[in-house]
């Protein structure tokens, strides 16, 4: 099994900073591509970034405030947000291809989630 867990969600006033991580683990021969996702209240799940070995990708919305990065000898992906907004604030889902020993299919797993809350 894979287990992804994230960390470093909080409450912040607007303006602020946060960096997210979500550590990889278990049986995993090969992690694709990862991404951060969130959700709020009410709302669908939407996504924010995502890194391939490709290059990253971003929603226009945390365009120039988000920089999504990865360690690949950690198996660790990482969400720095800068100048949050009130409008940032969501629950913050990590997602990951993950190719598994002897499968030719890679395989999504998704993360626990952290809450980010961003004040005016």
């Known amino acids: 099994q894979v287990q992804l867990v994230e960390s470093g969600g909080g409450s912040v006033q607007a303006g602020g900073s946060l960096r997210l991580s979500c550590a990889a683990s278990?049986?995993?021969?090969?992690?694709?591509?990862m991404g951060w996702y969130r959700q709020a209240p009410g709302k669908q799940r939407d996504l924010v970034a995502t890194?391939?070995?490709?290059?990253?990708s971003y929603a226009d919305s945390v365009k120039g405030r988000f920089t999504i990065s990865r360690d690949n000898a950690k198996n660790t992906l990482y969400l720095q947000m800068n100048s949050l907004k009130p409008e940032d604030t969501a629950v913050y889902y990590c997602?990951?291809?993950?190719?598994?020993?002897?499968?030719?299919?890679?395989?999504?797993?998704w993360g626990q989630g952290t809450q980010v809350t961003v004040s005016s």
């Open positions: 997602g990951a291809t993950v190719l598994l020993p002897g499968s030719r299919l890679y395989t999504d797993y």
């Open positions: 890194i391939t070995d490709s290059g990253t």
């Open positions: 278990g049986n995993i021969f090969s992690l694709n591509a």
